[in-house]
C-alpha cells in the first residue's frame, strides 16, 4: 500500500494548492475523484467499443445476405 501511495506523489502529485495545506482528506478526496474520472473514461471506451463491434457485426451480416442474394 505504501509503494502506491509514493508511486502516486512521484507520477501523479496532487495540486500544489493541496500540497502546501498538508490536508491528507483533501489528498484523499482528489485520488478518489481521479479514480471515478477514470472509471468513466474506461466505461465509455468499452461502450464504444462494443458500439462498433455490433456495428460492424451487423454491417458484416447485411453484406453477407447481399453477397448470397446476388
Not at 472509471?39 to 454491417?59: D, E, G, P, Q, T
Amino acid at each position: 500500500m505504501r509503494l502506491y501511495r509514493w508511486m502516486d506523489w512521484l507520477f501523479d502529485p496532487p495540486p500544489k494548492e493541496l500540497r502546501k495545506r498538508r490536508d491528507p482528506a483533501g489528498v484523499k478526496l482528489y485520488y478518489q475523484a481521479q479514480e471515478e474520472g477514470y472509471k468513466r473514461y474506461k466505461h465509455l471506451c468499452y461502450r464504444h467499443l462494443i458500439l462498433k463491434s455490433l456495428l460492424a457485426f451487423s454491417l458484416g451480416l447485411v453484406l453477407s445476405f447481399l453477397i448470397q442474394s446476388f
